[in-house]
């Protein structure tokens, strides 16, 4: 490239990067600044709105259902799915397109087509299991399973699970311990990984919660919206920032964690 | 070499599971086809059969026949419009800025940022979604309010912004982060030296887009289109947020059927206009895989 390209290349990259830059940070700007209005127009800037998220009961009540919802889809979703395809892995390798074909699936059953299904299955997981919301875990762990699985499977791939399993197996481990002290310690970025995704869809649900009525962070977010909108967009952007916070953490410390991968051949 | 073909031998080494067709290894499999075939397979087959059914149980058609009214259609071309125009969109401005990332430092602070800021805004729709954008061009949106003091009124007559147009823009809001997410790999398949290679050849820039660069990244980009469409046609929650029950778009129309009243007259529609939404999605991704194994031919 010459010079003359070379600069074209940079004075496209600075303005593209510009606008797009713009784009994307004016609604979280603009949230900010929402949520932090006063009553009427003259009036100071105020965090009145941010105090009210303590207030607001439903709220409240709705983040800690929606953590707990997120910590129970995230260990359901490894208990199922990381003991499976380690299993099938290593002793049903012709069934694992089946696997990744149904882990795949809900990509292609929207989760309002979904939700079609999942209501009489409610009505009945209402009345003769659990009435409460806690129950959603069991649609979420669906809705998670394509995420979790491309992130679990990546881990799986880059370590040599025969070996380790094999050799943990011939020392009399049984098959608790080699998931355990064996493979779970070997792939932690990708573990971290899938309960990260699973952690940040459930924090965002809606569709489901909404339809099935059960009353979720989201649902209340919305709830809350009809009735003073500055507290809800305080929540709203306050989840998006935490949600950027994770993330970053997460890109810093899976690059970390991605170095102590076990590779066959290579000494540490 | 004469062992390894010999089921005997075979045996000999695994004595617990055997080499039968049924063995104990299927018991490690079954937890998890069990919870799927309750929550994932259930459903879907309840759908699918619940589109077929009349209310008495008998078999009919006549559920799908409900899609053809004229507000359902126009439910239909609302959010396939919507659906073509941001995935449209938001795979060119996507493939843009996917671009001028590429361009830079392979390990930089900016296109690590990019990356990871991407992540989080393709995962953000839903109701904070609504909010950001009523917060930013509703009619007392900062930017709303901002332009129209300094003379310049998006909205002049009509407000769109609850209109086909204004949820695009808001769709291109996650669309745009999904593109890049998933064209970036394609265009960093691109390897310098096919640029160099054109100029020594004597072509132009031009040239380079238009004979080999073009070329290559077309299915990419053509599969990460189809992928954008199926994602903005899934999309619920910003709508539901934003407009009223049962406004003309598909999921809200299957809102209206699961909440109302109208449920009870007849209960196969929610699942027709579903089951419509999945051959759709599926018609759509089967594209998106199938363009997707052309372009890993020659990315690694």
Redesign the interface.
């Known amino acids: ?1 010459n010079r003359s ?1 070379r600069l074209k ?1 940079g004075i ?2 600075v303005v ?2 510009l606008l ?1 830059g713009a ?2 940070l ?6 900010l ?3 932090t209005r006063g009553n009427e127009v003259t009036s100071p800037r105020t965090l009145d709105a941010w105090v009210r998220i303590a207030q607001t009961p439903g709220l409240v009540k709705g983040i800690y259902t929606s953590l707990e919802l997120a910590v129970i889809t995230s260990l359901g979703m490894l208990a ?2 990381l ?2 395809m380690v ?2 892995r290593l ?2 390798p012709r ?1 694992s397109r089946i ?1 990744e074909f ?1 882990c795949l ?17 409610y009505i009945w997981v209402n009345i003769n299991i659990t009435p409460s919301v806690l129950a959603l875990a ?2 979420y ?2 809705l998670v ?1 394509p995420y979790s699985y491309r992130a679990l499977d990546a881990g799986l791939a880059a370590i040599d699970l025969k070996t380790l399993s094999e050799a943990a197996r011939s020392l009399g481990a049984g098959w608790g311990t080699v998931m355990l002290r064996i493979i779970i310690p070997n792939m932690p970025s990708a573990i971290l990984n899938a309960s990260l995704l699973s952690v ?2 459930v924090l ?1 649900e ?2 489901v919660a ?2 099935l009525n059960f009353q979720n962070l ?1 649902v209340e ?2 709830y809350v ?1 009809l009735t003073d ?1 500055n507290t ?2 305080a929540v ?2 306050g ?2 920032l935490l ?2 916070v994770l ?2 953490v ?2 810093l410390v899976g690059g970390r964690l991605q170095q102590q991968h076990y590779v066959p051949g290579q000494r540490a | 070499m004469i062992a390894a073909g010999n089921p005997a031998v075979d045996n000999a080494a695994r004595p617990l ?1 055997g080499g039968r067709r049924f063995s104990l ?2 018991l ?2 079954a ?2 086809f069990a ?2 075939g ?10 699918v059969i ?1 589109s077929f059914r009349t209310l008495d149980g008998s078999v009919t058609l006549s559920n799908f026949s409900g899609i053809a009214k004229p507000f359902m259609a126009r439910a239909f071309t609302n959010s396939l419009g919507v659906s073509v125009v941001s995935a449209v969109g938001g795979a060119v ?1 996507g493939a ?2 996917a ?2 990332v590429v ?2 430092n392979p390990d930089g602070l ?1 296109r ?2 990019i ?3 991407s ?3 393709a ?6 979604l609504a ?6 061009i509703g009619t007392t ?3 709303y309010v901002f332009l129209k003091s300094h003379g310049l009124d998006i909205y002049g007559n009509t407000v769109w912004f609850y209109d086909p147009p204004g949820i695009t823009l808001i769709y ?2 996650f669309q ?2 999904l593109m890049v997410l998933v064209f970036l790999p394609a265009l960093d398949g691109i390897r310098p030296q096919w ?1 160099e290679a054109t100029e020594s050849l004597g072509g132009s ?1 031009w040239h380079y887009w238009r004979y080999v660069a073009g070329p290559l990244l077309a299915p990419a980009f053509l599969g990460c289109t189809l992928l954008l469409f ?1 994602n903005a ?2 999309a ?2 910003t709508l ?2 934003l407009l009223t029950n049962g406004s003309n778009y598909v ?1 809200l129309q ?2 209206a059927l ?2 109302g009243e109208t449920q009870q007259s007849q209960p196969g529609l ?2 027709a ?3 419509t ?2 051959m759709i ?2 018609v759509v ?1 089967s594209l998106y895989t199938m363009l997707q194994r052309r372009t890993s031919k020659w990315l690694r």
Do not use: C, D, H
């Not at chain 1, 004016?26 to 949230?31: E, L, Q, R, S, V």
């Not at chain 1, 059953?109 to 299904?117: E, K, N, Q, R, S």
């Not at chain 2, 995962?123 to 904070?128: E, I, K, N, S, T």
């Open positions: 490239m390209q290349l496209f990259r593209v990067l797009m784009f994307f004016m609604p979280i700007g603009a949230m600044e929402f949520s199922l799915l003991p499976t299993w099938v002793r049903l069934i696997v149904i699936l809900p990509l292609t059953v929207p989760a309002i087509a979904l939700v079609v299904g999942l209501k009489p299955l069991f649609a762990l669906v399973l940040a869809l965002g809606y569709t909404n339809l989201q977010i919305a919206g909108a809800s967009t709203a952007v989840a998006l949600a950027f993330l970053m997460l890109a | 599971t290894s299927w490690g499999a937890p998890f919870y799927v309750l929550f994932l397979l259930l459903p879907t087959a309840i759908i619940g401005l843009i800025l671009y001028a361009t830079g900016l690590r940022s990356m990871s800021a992540g989080v805004l995962q953000f729709g839903g109701v904070a909010f950001a954008f009523i917060a930013t949106g900062f930017v291109l809001y745009i982060p640029r820039t199926a046609f899934s619920y929650a539901s947020a999921p299957i809102q699961l909440t929610a699942q206009l579903a089951v939404m999945v999605v599926v991704m």
